[in-house]
């Protein structure tokens, strides 16, 4: 349980040993791969009966089985070392790359892990933004549902209220409303009117009726005019006779 435990954990650990750093080079860096401590490294790969024999790397490709071997080297900063299954001196199968950065070795994550680890971050961050959005949802039953920000509250708190300023209007658009309301009174005319500020509305055809004069008083008003009428012309007089001319 231990082991597997370990092989699970390989991508999230690292391991180094100061004292190799100094003398890091293409020829060393394999003994420095190969230290008793490195969780990466496998003791049953044939590179280590090659080293407990005192043989060179060359009887490498005459053996069969786990083998490491130096990729890529960019002294003294960066080596990259593969661990490969061979099968014969022509054919091996690739199973993991270590890259050593300043000493520090490091795992390379396979295609598989990468893709497992920005899916589980992807998830990560829309779960929690699902559960940010639900902590501002608010239920109601007679209002529903509605989003409640308290950023928003506090960010009008601390805009001071500015009132806009109101253009004037130019003589056109005053002239074109005008017309506009009249020519709607005439289509639309009131039902009801409110003779003065404070009194309630009062039905159009009330107030015709009041200012509307009776046949009475205008039967009044003709027998006064009749009346004058005869008073001025007996003050005046019958008319004078003039003389005939013979």
Not at 104 to 127: C, E, F, K, W
Not at 168 to 181: E, G, M, Y
């Amino acid at each position: 349980l231990f082991c597997f435990f370990l092989i699970d954990n390989l991508l999230g650990i690292s391991w180094v040993d100061s004292t190799w750093i100094p003398i890091l080079n293409s020829g060393s860096v394999l003994d420095y791969f190969s230290e008793r401590s490195n969780p990466f490294y496998d003791r049953t790969c044939n590179n280590e009966v090659v080293k407990m024999q005192r043989l060179t790397l060359e009887h490498l490709n005459q053996m069969v089985g786990v083998e490491y071997i130096l990729l890529h080297a960019q002294e003294p900063i960066l080596f990259i070392i593969r661990k490969q299954q061979r099968q014969s001196p022509t054919q091996v199968i690739p199973l993991a790359d270590y890259y050593i950065i300043a000493g520090v070795i490091y795992q390379a994550p396979d295609l598989g892990s990468v893709i497992n680890s920005r899916v589980l971050t992807a998830v990560h961050g829309i779960q929690s933004a699902f559960d940010e959005a639900m902590s501002y949802c608010r239920y109601h039953p007679s209002k529903g549902y509605w989003w409640h920000f308290k950023d928003h509250e506090e960010q009008e708190k601390v805009k001071p209220k500015t009132k806009r300023k109101e253009e004037p209007s130019s003589i056109f658009q005053r002239q074109r409303v005008d017309a506009l309301l009249l020519d709607l009174r005439q289509k639309f005319p009131p039902k009801f009117v409110q003779q003065k500020s404070g009194e309630k509305p009062v039905p159009v055809d009330q107030t015709k009726k009041e200012a509307e004069p009776t046949p009475e008083t205008v039967k009044s008003d003709e027998k006064e005019t009749t009346k004058n009428i005869q008073q001025t012309v007996s003050t005046k007089g019958p008319p004078e006779k003039r003389m005939r001319l013979q």
